[in-house]
Structure formats: C-alpha cells, structure tokens
C-alpha cells in the first residue's frame, strides 16, 4: 500500500509548486527591468542656430562689410560683385582702403570726407576719368595713394603729408598738372609716373628717393630739373632712383641736368 504522505506529496504538493513557479515566472517576463531614456536638453545645446551665439554681433553694420572684408581699422573690396561703380561708404575708422579691380570711375567730394583716419588708398585698376579737386583735402592723414591703371588725365591737389603717390598706366598730361603739385610734398619720398602722356618733367621735393617716368613723351631736361643750376656744390642726397627710359629724350645732351645726383638716371645715353 502506498504511503500515506508520498501521495499526498505526489498528488498536492508538486502540481501546486509547479503552478506557482509558472506563475512566478510568468509575472517577471511581464515586468522587465525598466529601461532609462536620456532626453536632451535642446535649450543648452550649442549647436541650435537659435542660440545666442550664432546671432549676429552688429545688426547695424554697414553694407559695405556685406560686400567687403571689414577688419579693425582695414576695409578690402577687391574685384567685388555685383560691380562696384563708386566708392563704398566706409566705417568712420577706416584707415586702410583696398578697392582695386573694380569699376569705380569717378572720386568725389564726399567720398573721404568723414574718414579722417585713412592712411592708405589703393584704387588700382578702376576706370577712374575723373576727381574732383578737393576729394583728398581733409585727409591729413594719408600717407599712401595708388591710382594705377585707372585713366586719368589731370591730378587733383594732394594731400600734404603724402609718402608715396603711384600714378602709373594713366593718362596724364603736362596740362593736368600743376606746376607746384609736387613740390608742396615735402615729405614724399617716392613718385611713380610712369607710363603717361607727360611731356615735361613737374617740379620735384627735395624729400624724393625714388621718381619713375618711364614710358612717357618728355623730350627735355633743364640744368634745374633735379639739380640747382647756378650752386654747383649743391648734391640731392636723397634722390636714389630715376627711370627715365622710355622717353624720346637722349640724356648724353643733357649732362649738367643730373650732375647732382648719386647716380646716373636709368635711360638712354646714345
């Protein structure tokens, strides 16, 4: 006869445990472990184009540095598109301007007249016919002035602390020039012509080093060109440059027209 406590065991017992492992088992595959999801922050992200980093530092900047490089004190508006036609306004502390290869073709009065602190002017190759008298009177600053390859045929009054005036592959004349525009300059050191229509030498400042008038129509020099005439003891210590070359102008015959200089002028003798 079976043992009473083995079939209760085997009748009660074990299908209850079973059932209740199963049930067990059950519940913990309907509760998985609960899984963390990080939501990032979007209003500290760096990256947004609405963060206050990305806005614009000056929202009252001039156009000009739209079209232009702006930098402290600097403004380059080289071969700029759409054209430029005119002079761009600049920002009150300019002191550099870099406006070359464009279609600029007229400097007017107004232009420069609230940018007192320029230095430098650099307007190569423009298209520039025309500027009026005083476009350079109020910068008293200005040092440097580069109107090469544009297309003028007279000069304006210059500035009287100017350095370094550039004129080169233009049109220039005698004429447009007056006789005293240069030799007001007492500080300019060098004076570049060439390439004009120029017949005559200008007046010179005793402060020049360099002077080039190569490629022009002048076919004479005077003994008071670059030298005194009657002070044969007189000698142009600055002077260290002439170009002279391309002239109809044959320098053997004018010998007592240099004797001041250090050196020879660069052209041709016979």
Sequence with gaps: MIDLRTLFFTIILVPWMLSSAARNGYMEARKPKKEVVTIPDYDT???????????????????????????????????????????????KETAYLYARYNKITKITNKDFADIATLRRIDLTGNLISEIEDGAFSKLALLEELN????????????????????????????????????????????????????????????????????????????????????????????????RLDGNPLMLAKHPNSFVCLRALPIGPYH
């Design 45 to 91: 992200t760096g990256d947004s184009d609405t963060s206050p980093a990305a806005a614009p530092k000056d929202e009252g900047e001039l156009p000009t540095c739209l079209l232009c490089v702006c930098l402290t004190g600097s403004v380059y508006c080289e071969e700029v598109s759409p054209e430029m036609t005119a002079v761009p306004s600049l920002p």
């Design 147 to 242: 109107l090469s390859e544009n297309k003028l045929a007279k000069l304006p009054m210059l500035p009287a602390k100017l350095i370094s005036f550039n004129a080169n592959y233009n049109q220039l004349k005698t004429k447009g020039i007056k006789s005293t525009a240069f030799k007001k300059l007492t500080k300019m050191a060098y004076l570049y012509l060439g390439n004009n229509e120029l017949e005559a030498i200008p007046q010179l400042p005793e402060s020049l080093h360099i002077v080039h008038l190569y490629n022009n129509k002048i076919t004479t020099l005077s003994d008071e060109t670059f030298c005194q005439g009657n002070n044969t003891q007189y000698i142009r210590a600055n002077m260290e440059e002439v």
